[in-house]
């Protein structure tokens, strides 16, 4: 289960069984990979620093070897006695000094030595041989033993294996936030198309179901009959027009042509007379001719989806009026009013700021498509209880 917002309430929403292995699979495959990469990281950076410490000791154990080598042919050269005080044991590190038979003169090392290796191992300590003395005083070989190196990669590898553990850890927990992020467009678009097809299917029945019972009723027509008929057929039509042009409007060829706005804002204002005498409004005009360069069908879908929604949230007795006036075209109401807040959402698909009223909330977003595709730029002024007014500037 996820949490999103909705409209500043916090809703429960539950995935479905495609979602969870969508959910699932991102998040296995995003720490499977994050697992593999950081693995490889951190082992390259462990093998770059103990690479790094094994030739920092390497590099130490011989500048040791070398002073304790001058020391040797210097009381060789003075013709002097070896002093063992002389001969200082480093922290850290043993030696021991051989005859060129590998004979101990005097060791500090408990196992047996291999001399004609440069470099041996005893248990997990570092031994290296130097022949830099070249047998002053019987000596031929200096022994040189740590015992550092294995301490320090193993406190390396703790640091690592906590630093991996730790970065793990927040892995695990910023990818389950990130897979929840990466999977919630996908939950909010389901649940519009969800509500999408409801409302859809809510609009659609409520006009057929006025058709069926105009045509079943035994009474013989009469004028409201025929009118209710009238009205539920055309609002069938302006449902079929919207879903067409939302989505088959990109496989639909554009005409572009001058047209008379007048002439196509009356012919509509006709149109919807019946929807409003319905609701007792009373519908002003005022046009002047204006040419201007559009698709009929889009000039339509926009007019129409303002003046509907208009009259759907005007209340019984309200009023409504339409002015084109030097290319301005203006739909104003004394319906509901809209939020302030809620204003820069009403253009998104889906987005119903009134659920009461019915509606689908695909109208406005049909009216902001044709407006950019036509460069017109519409602005909203709107106060909650007083009414809406949309003005277009037609350029």
């Known amino acids: 289960m996820m949490v999103i917002s909705q409209h500043s309430k916090e809703l429960v929403i539950v995935l479905t069984q495609n979602e ?5 699979s ?40 070398s002073k304790l080598a001058s020391k040797i042919v210097y009381a060789h050269m ?48 570092l031994i290296l041989i130097d022949n830099s003395v ?41 990818g389950f936030y990130l897979t929840k992020q990466f999977i919630k467009p996908i939950v909010q678009q389901r649940i519009k198309l969800n509500n999408f097809i409801k409302e859809t299917t809510h609009e659609l029945n409520t006009p ?17 009959s025929h009118e209710r008929i009238l009205i539920s057929a055309k609002r069938i039509s302006e449902i079929y027009d919207d879903l067409t042009y939302l989505f088959l409007n990109s496989e639909k060829r554009k ?33 002047e001719p204006f040419i201007y360069n559009i698709d009929k069908e889009s000039f339509i879908r926009l007019f129409n989806n303002l003046l509907s929604n ?3 949230y005007t209340p019984m007795s309200g009023k409504i009026f339409v002015t084109l006036n030097k290319g301005i075209l203006t739909i104003k109401d004394s319906g509901n009013g809209i939020k302030k807040k ?40 709107s106060k909650v209880n007083e009414g809406s007014e949309f003005r277009l500037t037609l350029k």
């Open 78 to 125: 003075q013709n002097t006695p070896l002093r063992k005080s002389e001969l200082v044991v480093e922290n850290g590190y043993k030696f021991g000094l051989y005859d060129n038979s590998g004979n101990a003169v005097l060791t500090y090392i408990g196992q047996k030595v291999i001399l004609n290796h440069k470099f041996s191992q005893n248990g997990n300590n």
């Open 20 to 24: 969870k292995r969508t959910f699932r």
């Open 310 to 312: 208009a009259i759907k």
């Open 342 to 381: 809620d204003i820069d959402k009403i253009f998104q698909r889906f987005y119903r700021a009134d659920a009461i009223n019915g509606g689908f909330g695909i109208g406005l977003s049909i009216v902001k498509t044709v407006c950019d595709t036509y460069n017109i730029k519409i602005e909203v002024d």
């Open 208 to 224: 057929i179901s006025a058709i069926v019972m105009s045509i079943n009723d035994k009474q013989p027509m009469t004028q409201k």
């Open 134 to 174: 070249g047998g002053h005083l019987g000596i031929s070989y200096i022994a040189i033993e740590e015992n550092v190196l294995f301490n320090t990669l193993s406190e390396l590898q703790n640091k690592i294996i906590i630093s991996y553990v730790l970065l793990y850890i927040f892995v695990v927990v910023f």
């Open 26 to 65: 991102f998040y296995a495959l995003f720490l499977g990979s994050t697992f593999i990469l950081l693995g490889i990281i951190f082992f390259l950076f462990y093998q770059t620093k103990a690479d790094f410490y094994r030739d920092i000791t390497i590099s130490k154990m011989q500048i040791y070897a």
């Open 255 to 287: 005409n572009i042509e001058a047209l008379n706005l007048e002439t196509i804002i009356k012919e509509q204002t006709d149109y919807f007379k019946l929807f409003a005498q319905k609701k007792q409004i009373d519908l002003f005009v005022q046009t």
